[in-house]
């Protein structure tokens, strides 16, 4: 999948390549959330037992999942459909 808006000077293009910064944008919160983790030590503070550290990297993991799936969303959404090709033999 290429990542490039259209750069034809249509009206349209400089929507499209707004809405994919914002997409760009949306991977760069998982990536924000584990720095923040990094920077919790280990074992202290705990959350019902447990090292909040470990439930914040679960928590990434869930959020890493979410926002894959609706940037995969979004982008079918906005994907124009496809010719089937011919099959030459």
């Known amino acids: 999948m290429a990542l490039e808006a259209a750069g034809d000077g249509s009206a349209g293009s400089g929507r499209r390549s707004s809405r994919l910064a914002a997409r760009c944008a949306l991977l760069l919160l ?5 720095a923040v983790t990094l920077a919790l030590p280990p074992d202290r503070p705990r959350l019902f037992g447990i090292p909040l550290f470990y439930v914040l990297h679960f928590a ?8 894959t799936a609706l940037l995969r969303r979004l982008s079918r959404a906005s994907a124009e459909p496809l010719e089937p090709r011919s099959v030459e033999r």
């Open 30 to 34: 998982p990536v924000a959330a584990a």
């Open 60 to 67: 990434v993991c869930l959020l890493s999942a979410a926002v």
